[in-house]
């Protein structure tokens, strides 16, 4: 069993920068790749960013040059975190940890089933 907890979010004007963090408790051996998703008010839930095992990493056009995705797995300590820089309102939706059972290649935004996914963390954005 693996939990996710997300923390960071927050209310921030539009330009503004949060700091997602996703802390994983649990075995997460089996698992490989590590996404986080979002989902906007009124909208479908969308992969914005992917993280695999090597540190490669891909990310939604609506965010690439603007988020950054990392993890720390040293020794007792397994977090991921999403940089969010120059938020704008469209970013604004509840933001969500996921990890998935094995890896696809090659690395790729996408839905699974077989995972874990944590409850959410909410980020608002003001114009």
């Known amino acids: 069993q693996v939990q996710l907890v997300e923390s960071g979010g927050g209310s921030v004007q539009a330009g503004a920068s949060l700091k997602l963090s996703c802390e994983m408790i649990?075995?997460?051996?089996?698992?490989?790749?590590r996404f986080w998703f979002r989902r906007a008010p009124g909208k479908e839930r969308e992969a914005v960013a992917v993280?695999?095992?090597?540190?490669?990493?891909?990310?939604a056009d609506s965010v690439k040059g603007r988020f950054t995705i990392s993890k720390d797995t040293a020794v007792n300590k397994k977090i991921m975190y999403l940089q969010m820089n120059d938020l704008n309102p469209e970013d604004t939706g509840i933001y969500y940890c996921?990890?998935?059972?094995?890896?696809?290649?090659?690395?790729?935004?996408?839905?699974?089933?077989?995972?874990?996914w944590g409850q959410g963390t909410q980020v608002v954005v003001s114009s």
């Open positions: 996921a990890i998935a059972r094995g890896r696809q290649l090659p690395l790729r935004l996408r839905e699974f089933n077989n995972g874990y």
């Open positions: 649990g075995d997460t051996r089996a698992f490989g790749d």
């Open positions: 993280i695999g095992p090597e540190d490669h990493t891909v990310y």
